[in-house]
């Protein structure tokens, strides 16, 4: 008897259905790929490692928060977010300038810590859910443009072949769906910066 394929489509609704084997049968058929593609980039183990990891962990709470739409774009929905990882990754790496010490100039003039403190992370997270909130409130097409393009970064013309509707019905979804925000937002007067 024949090896039947399950198509990432199904594995993808199993595992939202609580299938977690059907995650590990993802991650086994592309890990090759996907970890080439990363290594390719980075030309580092450990690095490849971490941001092959810090992907599936994207993927993980993507597909948990029912907010991924399959169709059939599994392993180039997965290679982005990859790559994103991996611009992440240089961007937060460059290169430091060098400073002296010298009399006039003390290294510690211009360091300061910008991480960010336990009023900053509660604000950030109120913050985030009050616009999870405003997002919820917005027509079912509108909300589903908005999200794919913010929330897994697709773009116009990814979107409007996963919806099925012209690249300008997406963008204009895209422009109401902030529209609507907006007026939202300033006739509550909602705050939305810490």
Not at 52 to 72: A, C, H, M, P
Not at 86 to 99: A, E, G, L, S, T
Not at 102 to 120: A, C, K, L, Y
Not at 137 to 164: C, H, N, W
């Amino acid at each position: 008897m024949a090896n039947v394929v399950i198509p990432d489509a199904v594995l993808v609704k199993n595992y939202t259905c609580g299938d977690e084997n059907a995650l590990a049968v993802l991650i086994k058929r592309h890990q090759s790929k996907l970890y080439g593609f990363i290594y390719s980039k980075v030309s580092d183990r450990d690095i490849a490692d971490d941001i092959f990891q810090d992907t599936f962990i994207k993927v993980i709470r993507t597909l948990k928060s029912n907010s991924y739409n399959e169709e059939g774009k599994f392993l180039p929905w997965v290679m982005r977010i990859s790559h994103n990882l991996i611009v992440d990754h240089f961007r937060k790496n460059k290169k430091m300038p060098m400073y002296r010490e010298t009399e006039e100039f003390s290294i510690f003039s211009i360091m300061t810590d910008s991480s960010p403190n336990i009023e900053n992370r509660i604000i950030t997270d109120q913050v985030e859910n009050d616009l999870q909130r405003l997002i919820e409130e917005l027509p079912d097409d509108q909300r589903e443009v908005l999200q794919m393009r913010i929330y897994q970064d697709l773009s116009f013309k990814e979107i409007a072949d996963l919806t099925g509707v012209s690249i300008n019905t997406a963008l204009g979804r895209m422009r109401y769906a902030l529209m609507n925000l907006r007026k939202v937002i300033e006739k509550n007067k909602i705050i939305l910066t810490n």
